[in-house]
C-alpha cells in the first residue's frame, strides 16, 4: 500500500485488524459464556459500528451524547454508567437502555422512581479497593476513589429493587488481575452476589493483546460462572477492540537542530492529537524507526503548537536514513483513546479520517475551520 495517497495529518483504521480483534473477542465470549459490549468511551468511530454490531450485542454509554451516538448508529443492548446523572437530561439519557448504573447511593435514591418507570435493569457500581494500576489518573479503585461505593457504605444489604453490580479497576491488565478482582469482589460484596442478576467487570481487560492469556481469561470466568450461575457477567472494554487497529499518519514540516537531539516538527500535536502520550505518558512506536544507539542521530518529535511540552519527551527516534522534511511519520496504534481526546487547541487542523480495505482507503471525514469556530462562540 502507498500510503502518498492518504492526507496528512489522518488517523486510519486498518479494517482488517479491528475485524482480527472482534473475532477474537466473539471467540472468547462465546467460550467463556459471557458478554462483550463496547464502552464508548475509548472507541466512538462510527463509521466502523457496522462492524462492531456484527459481532457485539450492544455498548455502554457515560454520558448523554454517547447514549445517543449508540442508539443512532449501533443498537442493540444499551448499558448506561455516567459517574454522575443531572435531571435536566435523565429523561433523554434512559431512552431505549437495557441497563442502568448508580456510582452512588443517592444518585439511585434520586433516579429510582423514574429509572423503574421507564423498567431498565438498575446496579450499582462498586468500589473493590483493588486495582493493579500504577498512573493514578487510570487507578479507579482507591480508598478516596469518587468512582463507585465502598463496601463499608452499601452496607450488609443491596436497596430493594437493585439487580446488578458494577466493577471498573482494570487498565489494559490481564487474567490474572481479573482473577485477582473477582476474589476481592467475593471477598468485600459476596453476600450480595446470589442477590443479583448480572455483573458487570468494566474494561480494562485487553484481550487482544499479544501474549494474553485467553485460555486463562477463559477459565477464571467459567470457574466463576459455575459458582453463580444465575449471574449474566459482562465485561465492556474499549481498548481491546480497537486495539493495534491504525495510525496516526503524520509529515515532517521541519527539522530542529538543538544540542540533543534533532526535533522533527510535525503536523500534528502531541497535546491536541495524542493527548495520552502525555497524559500516560507513553512512547508511542514509529513505523520503520527504533530507539537510538549511543552515538546515532536522536530524532525528537514536537507538535505543531506553541505549547513547549508538545512533545514527546519519552524518548527519541532514530532512522535508517537522515529525516527530511516532506517525510511520512507513520505513528502506531493511534485509534483507542487517541481520537475521542483530541481537541482543536491553538486552531491546529484536526486530522482527517479513514479507513484501509484490503489496500483501499477510503477518506470518511474532513475537518475544517467551520469545526473549530462552531466550538467557540
Ligand atoms: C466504567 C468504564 N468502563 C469501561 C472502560 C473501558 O476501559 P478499557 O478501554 O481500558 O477497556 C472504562 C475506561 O475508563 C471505564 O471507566
Redesign the pocket.
Known amino acids: 500500500m502507498n500510503y502518498h495517497q492518504i492526507p496528512s495529518p489522518c488517523y486510519v483504521l486498518e479494517e482488517e485488524k479491528l475485524i482480527k480483534n472482534l473475532e477474537l473477542i466473539d471467540s472468547v465470549q462465546k467460550q467463556a459464556d459471557i458478554t462483550v459490549i463496547l464502552?464508548l468511551?475509548?472507541f466512538a468511530m462510527y463509521s466502523a459500528f457496522p462492524l462492531v454490531r456484527k459481532y457485539l450485542k450492544g455498548a455502554?454509554a457515560?454520558s448523554l451524547f454517547e447514549a445517543n451516538l449508540i442508539r443512532e448508529e449501533l443498537g442493540g443492548e444499551l448499558h448506561l454508567?455516567f459517574p454522575v446523572y443531572q435531571d435536566h437530561e435523565f429523561a433523554d439519557s434512559i431512552k431505549n437502555a437495557t441497563h442502568i448504573t448508580f456510582n452512588s447511593l443517592t444518585q439511585w435514591q434520586r433516579y429510582q422512581q423514574q429509572t423503574i418507570n421507564a423498567k431498565i435493569s438498575p446496579g450499582l457500581r462498586i468500589n473493590p479497593e483493588y486495582s493493579p494500576v500504577e498512573t493514578d489518573i487510570y487507578n479507579?479503585a482507591s480508598l478516596t476513589s469518587r468512582l463507585g461505593i465502598r463496601s463499608e457504605t452499601l452496607g450488609d444489604t443491596l436497596p430493594p429493587g437493585i439487580e446488578g453490580l458494577h466493577c471498573?479497576n482494570?487498565?489494559?491488565s490481564d487474567s490474572h488481575a481479573l482473577s485477582t478482582t473477582l476474589a476481592q469482589i467475593e471477598k468485600l460484596f459476596g453476600h450480595h452476589l446470589d442477590h443479583i442478576k448480572w455483573l458487570n467487570l468494566?474494561?480494562?481487560?485487553l484481550l487482544t493483546r499479544k501474549g494474553y492469556d485467553i485460555e486463562h481469561f477463559i477459565e477464571v470466568m467459567t470457574k466463576f460462572k459455575a459458582k453463580y450461575p444465575h449471574l449474566d457477567i459482562y465485561i465492556?472494554?474499549?481498548?481491546?477492540i480497537a486495539w493495534e487497529t491504525g495510525f496516526l499518519k503524520a509529515t515532517v514540516l521541519d527539522l530542529i537542530p538543538t544540542p540533543g537531539p534533532i526535533i522533527a516538527m510535525l503536523d500534528v500535536s502531541f497535546t491536541a492529537h495524542m493527548p495520552d502520550c502525555l497524559e500516560m505518558p507513553y512512547k508511542p512506536r514509529i513505523r520503520g524507526a527504533r530507539d537510538p544507539q549511543p552515538g546515532e542521530t536522536a530524532y525528537r518529535m514536537g507538535g505543531l503548537t506553541c505549547l513547549a511540552g508538545d512533545v514527546m519527551g519519552m524518548g527519541d527516534y532514530y532512522f535508517d536514513r537522515p529525516l527530511e522534511i516532506g517525510d511520512e511519520i507513520i505513528l502506531e496504534d493511534m485509534i483507542?483513546y487517541t481520537m475521542v481526546k483530541t481537541s482543536m487547541f491553538n486552531g491546529v487542523k484536526h486530522p482527517s479520517i479513514g479507513i484501509l480495505r484490503s489496500g483501499e482507503f477510503e477518506l470518511i471525514r474532513e475537518f475544517e475551520y467551520e469545526d473549530f469556530k462552531r466550538r467557540l462562540s
Open positions: 464502552a468511551k475509548g455502554t457515560s454508567y479507579p471498573h482494570l487498565c489494559e468494566g474494561g480494562g481487560h465492556e472494554p474499549s481498548s481491546a483507542h
